[in-house]
């Protein structure tokens, strides 16, 4: 677990973007890396195994884009196979770090997560400008990256349920942190099952430190904690590289505070980090910052 103790981290990249409406955030986990992810960390004193991309197929090569709601859904479904066994099989002990990637990615290293936790409760903290509940029956895009948590919790596509398993994740289970744009199937789901969600405007009221604060006790019950992190949950004036930005988001003090109150609480376990497009950025800019906030993740301080 995360805190000032040394880790051992293990990268695992998923350079898919078949669940996202616009191309480019295949090259996501090549951005993190030539922003020196690995040796940011290593430079932090933790031991970084990179353990390479699991297998992607490119949406040219990909027969079946128009699967009715949920689009090139067979493909991410085989993803989500590969990327949960290897996350399942990561060392005793280590941290698994995913690099996307859109967030679909999330489907396989949270259930990967949960297989590798044999038994021990999973939470997630989902840091993000969106919810990801939409299914194929409620999606406007049918784009899979704005379905995942959904599917975790065991509602969706049929093929993407199996590839995942038994739903791993129960409501109470998930937290938001920096929602922004839900859609109206999204906000009925949340309040249906009475999922937690700290949004924009509860952190203009009440602040990144108490919300934080809330979040972690929220899941103060899981045994290990996964922290999903989407770079569009930044201002776009933060993180320019995304595909689906929204006005408004995490500035850059709040999103490093976060990150060291994350880091400060030792419970965290796992880490997706995604949604980072080298083709929509300034000078690789967004890759930069997500490395710097992992930095924050992993115990890097001011003093």
């Known amino acids: 677990m995360l805190a000032s103790t040394v880790a051992h981290v293990q990268l695992f990249g998923s350079p898919m973007d078949l669940g996202a409406g616009r191309r480019g955030v295949d090259m996501g986990p090549s951005a993190l890396r030539l922003a020196r992810l690995g040796p940011t960390l290593v430079a932090l004193g933790h031991r970084v195994d990179d353990l390479g991309n699991v297998d992607v197929p490119i949406a040219e090569a990909t027969t079946t884009p128009d699967e009715v709601g949920a689009r090139f859904v067979a493909s991410i479904a085989d993803v989500t196979r590969r990327l949960a066994d290897a996350v399942a099989g990561a060392a005793p002990g280590a941290i698994p770090v995913v690099l ?5 990615v999330s489907m396989g290293s949270i259930a990967g997560v949960v297989r590798r936790a044999r038994g021990d409760r999973v939470g997630v903290l989902w840091i993000d400008a969106h919810a990801d509940l ?20 065991g509602h969706g596509d049929p093929r993407l349920l199996a590839a995942i398993g038994a739903p791993p994740l129960h409501p109470r289970d998930v937290a938001f942190l920096g929602l922004r744009s839900v859609d109206p199937a999204e906000r009925a789901f949340i309040h249906a099952h009475g999922l937690t969600a700290w949004t924009m405007s509860d952190l203009d009221r009440i602040g990144m430190a108490a919300a934080t604060g809330a979040a972690l006790e929220a899941l103060a019950h899981v045994d290990h904690l996964h922290v999903s992190f989407d770079a569009d949950a930044l201002d776009p004036v933060v993180a320019p590289g995304v595909g689906t930005p929204v006005a408004g988001g995490l500035g850059y003090r709040e999103a490093h505070l976060l990150m060291e109150l994350l880091a400060s609480s030792g419970r965290v376990g796992s880490v997706d980090l995604v949604e ?7 000078r690789n800019a967004s890759a930069r910052v997500m490395v710097e906030l992992a930095a924050s993740l992993f115990g890097r ?3």
């Open 100 to 104: 996307g990637g859109d967030h679909a």
């Open 134 to 153: 939409n299914t194929p029956q409620t999606s406007p895009s049918g784009n899979v990256h704005g379905m995942p948590l959904a599917h975790l919790l």
């Open 301 to 303: 301080t001011i003093l």
């Open 276 to 282: 980072v497009n080298p083709i929509l950025d300034e």
